[in-house]
């Protein structure tokens, strides 16, 4: 993942909600709010991964990334 173009690793997530088990679609897309930073200066993030339709499949909150 790339913030700011400096690569970042991941560190922690929070929560992951899955909407959809059933067998995905051959195309699905991603969508990612970046939500700041943590007190620590981790990035922050939420992410939504989406089919065609704009049927949510799976959200991710509280992305945790560490930076160069």
């Known amino acids: 993942m790339s913030i700011e173009h400096k690569m970042t690793l991941p560190d922690g997530i929070t929560e992951v909600a899955v909407f959809n088990r059933q067998v995905p679609p051959a195309q699905l897309f991603l969508y990612g709010v970046n939500r700041g ?3 620590d200066g981790k990035t922050l993030h939420d992410a939504y991964v989406f089919d065609a339709q704009g049927n949510v499949w799976v ?5 945790q990334a560490i930076g160069q």
């Open 59 to 63: 959200e991710f909150h509280g992305y």
């Open 37 to 39: 930073n943590t007190a």
